[in-house]
């Protein structure tokens, strides 16, 4: 649709404000507004605020109405529109549409833009030839780094990390030409004025870039390991099919098992080492460029996933990216975060150098990064992609909720770890932070609070906290010195998938994981609960057993397969735990068992998450996992779709897995194969699930379900119990805007805080 271009300043009768909130600004929406408005010869001016962007232009009221929905219609593609609100004002006469210079309005502020890859025009430009040829920080108005260089709001050059570098007069000419594609592209720069890179070696220090590239790229053939400079942080690189390198790589960073993120050259390569279906392929290639989960169809190096048949796989998204693979050998390359095991990802070039020594060489530039964020991580769970962990191209980009979230600080959990702030109506929620217990991470915590409430004008009135009275979260949460409420851990992970799914009536939440601190004081974890966003009734859980070992008993799964066999077994269990557990010390079970007997730190446990890790010992997958939910990430490498079978289960005021364990232990000595008896047991998990809920939505006439908890990252269980339950009308909802594991739950302890805020204001 377009408008008539032939207006006359005279017949003019209006002067209109409008307003527009929501992803508009770092996404080259100015410069599309101008383009617009001149097109159509409106009189006027935009410009950034910090609570949005605001567009004064003359035109009658049928023209104005037009201009909102050309708006609306061909926002460009990273934009978000939230809203558009217009109004007349005091009468104004404009000589022509201009770009004005931003303001700072007030404590209300905008959407920031995620980090967007590098787009085809740019790359187009980057590899073939142009005046920006091989200029690896070639960016447009739609690509380039956005939230981690930004210093404040509004989105202006001098609140960047590009303000140290003075455009030159190319770059000046393309940012102020209206027909150009940079034409106010806040990172703009060139050879000549923008950042550079720099190669240091042992013995080696390299500005040029192509001989940098060269020399990189043949270090990555043959062998070595190259700390490289993302966008949100250091990465380490090598080569994905080298053996020794990726084996050196793991005992450098101190990481046993935990499957390393692999980069391919383009879709085609990724395609000979993993299945793809329409949706993965779509979340591989958009604009965010995340690490997808996929099932592996030809191995790596072993040391790559140490036999866990699924990869972590991404494509290029920086122009260094593409221009490395111009020259690379390696068409597949292991990129993990720059850091040792659970500390946060290296941003600074000084800290880089000492602490990821293990490289044999250091990729620098000298731009630096304000705000360090991991890659993120998606699933396609069910043929939707889910986020697994949520950070660069996802943050800080708002959920909207119908909630007053205003002066709400969640503080979250300690596993996986992203706190949320509350503004308007929204929910800001960090980046990944991790793990709270390393003291590293617990400062990065507080050091992106700092930013978030500046960046964000962000003045907390009330601190919500996870129940358990020893997480940091919690203890820092209450050193603040304002209102705080405790809120249980999975009442907050149901609470989290109603928030993005706006609901707030009566649900029944299935909240699996491995470690929530119930109401009771013991470890909650597979657990059935009536919901609203104000409160919650615990109906049913999975029965208590003791976890012997408490912490230590999560990292040894076999201390778990005890519990349940002395459970179910009684003193017979030594011996049978003896047989099943050849690797472990006699000594070491003897051991468990008296903790058990004589309650010595031994807490009970409902947890979903400990059951998937007995079962996983006592069929030998995995007796000792060396990171976080490793049992159940091997189990799933077992999956038979073929195998329809289950195992028995008892549902009585608890629910009781042991007479499938029983089963499963004879079918171990009966020789079956471990992909039917896996098969079998998850199989099992599902209908018990479907057959409480059956009992629980009869008993109290709710029909909408809602799952979550980190088992439900679990792809076969996930999408088969959805689909029983949908086949039985219910209503599912699950989370796919945030994680579904812990690093969801400060989402649902904002929207329960906003809940009960209102009613009692009510």
């Keep these: 649709m377009q408008l008539d271009p032939n207006v006359k300043p005279e017949n003019i009768t209006e002067t209109y404000i409008i307003q527009i909130k929501g992803l508009i600004q770092g996404v080259g929406f100015r410069p599309y507004i101008y383009k617009l408005a001149t097109d159509l010869r409106f009189t006027g001016y935009v410009e950034n605020r910090n609570d949005g962007v605001l567009i004064v232009v003359n035109s009658s009221d049928y023209k104005i109405k037009e201009f909102v929905k050309l708006i609306k219609r061909n926002a460009p593609v990273a934009s978000e529109i939230r809203s558009i609100n217009y109004s007349t004002a005091p009468q104004q006469v404009f000589s022509d549409f201009q770009i004005v210079k931003s303001k700072n309005f007030s404590n209300d502020i905008t959407d920031v833009s995620p980090d967007i890859a590098v787009c085809e025009l740019c790359l187009d430009e980057l590899l073939n030839d142009s005046w920006r040829f091989h200029y690896p920080f070639i960016n447009c108005t739609n690509c380039g780094p956005r939230f981690t260089i930004i210093k404040d709001l509004p989105y202006d050059r001098v609140q960047t990390s590009m303000s140290e570098f003075k455009m030159c007069k190319k770059c000046e000419k393309e940012y102020i030409d209206i027909s150009d594609r940079r034409f106010h592209a806040q990172p703009i720069a060139c050879a000549d004025c923008g950042p550079a890179y720099q190669l240091i070696a042992p013995d080696t220090n390299i500005s040029d870039l192509e ?22 942080g250091f990465h380490l690189c090598c080569d994905a099919l080298n053996e020794k390198t990726v084996s050196r790589l793991r005992s450098s960073k101190n990481r046993d098992s935990k499957p390393f993120a692999v980069m391919f050259s383009d879709i085609g390569e990724l395609g000979k080492y993993a299945n793809t279906n329409i949706k993965e392929k779509q979340s591989l290639l958009e604009w965010r460029r995340p690490i997808v989960l996929l099932e592996q169809k030809k191995t790596l190096a072993r040391g790559v996933n140490n036999g866990i048949k699924s990869i972590g796989a991404m494509l290029p998204y920086m122009p260094i990216h593409y221009l490395l693979f111009e020259k690379l050998k390696a068409k597949a390359i292991v990129l993990t975060s720059g850091n040792i095991s659970d500390e946060p990802i290296v941003i600074d070039n000084i800290t880089a150098l000492d602490s990821l020594s293990m490289a044999d060489a250091h990729l620098l530039y000298n731009r630096s990064i304000q705000n360090r964020v991991d890659d993120s991580v998606i699933r396609v769970i069910n043929n939707t992609a889910r986020i697994i962990r949520r950070s660069r191209g996802f943050v800080p980009s708002p959920l909207n909720l119908r909630l007053n979230t205003d002066h709400i600080f969640a503080a979250g959990g300690e596993l996986n770890n992203c706190f949320c702030i509350g503004k308007g109506n929204q929910a800001i929620i960090s980046q990944h932070i991790g793990d709270l217990k390393k003291i590293e991470t617990y400062n990065f915590y507080k050091e992106v609070y700092e930013k978030y409430c500046r960046l964000f004008r962000f003045e907390p009135e009330i601190a919500v906290h996870d129940l358990h009275p ?33 609901l707030d009536e009566k649900v029944i939440g299935v909240a699996f994981d491995g470690t929530g601190y119930g109401d009771d004081r013991n470890i909650w974890g597979g657990e059935f609960l009536l919901c609203d966003l104000n409160d919650f009734t615990r109906l049913k859980h999975l029965e208590y057993l003791p976890l012997p070992g408490g912490d230590k008993a999560v990292e040894n799964p076999w201390m778990m397969a005890v519990s349940y066999l002395y459970a179910i077994f009684g003193n017979d269990a030594n011996t049978i735990s003896e047989q099943l557990f050849r690797t472990i010390d006699p000594w070491k079970i003897e051991m ?37 939910a490793e049992a159940p990430v091997r189990l799933e490498s077992y999956i038979n779709h073929q195998v329809s079978e289950t195992y028995s289960y008892r ?13 499963v232990i004879e079918d171990i000595r009966k020789k079956l194969s471990l992909k039917t008896i896996v098969t079998k047991f998850h199989n099992t998990v599902i209908f018990a699930v479907r057959d409480t809920l059956l009992e629980l939505s009869a008993e109290n006439n709710v029909n909408k379900i809602v799952l979550s908890g980190g088992v439900f990252q679990n792809s076969y269980l ?34 329960i805080a906003a809940k009960r805020r209102e009613l009692s204001c009510a």
């Design 592 to 628: 468990v068992l008296k903790n058990i007997q004589n309650k010595i730190n031994s807490p009970l446990t409902s947890g979903m998450g400990r059951l998937f890790d007995a079962f996983a010992a006592i069929t030998g997958i995995c007796t000792e996992a060396s990171y976080h």
């Design 470 to 502: 020893d997480y940091l979260s919690t203890l820092n949460a209450k050193k603040m010195g304002i209102q705080t409420i405790a809120v249980q851990h999975h009442f907050a992970h149901i609470a989290s998938c109603m928030a993005e799914n706006d």
């Design 718 to 751: 996930s999408t088969k119990l959805e689909n029983i339950l949908k086949k039985s009308n219910y209503k599912v909802y699950v989370n796919k805007k945030v994680p579904c594991n812990d690093g969801g739950i400060c989402l649902g302890q904002l929207a």
């Design 211 to 232: 001989q940098i590239i060269s020399l990189v790229c043949n270090l990555i053939d043959k062998g070595r390991i190259v700390a490289i400079k993302g966008m949100g």
């Design 651 to 663: 549902i009585s005021n608890d629910i009781s897995f042991k007479p499938a364990i029983i089963q």
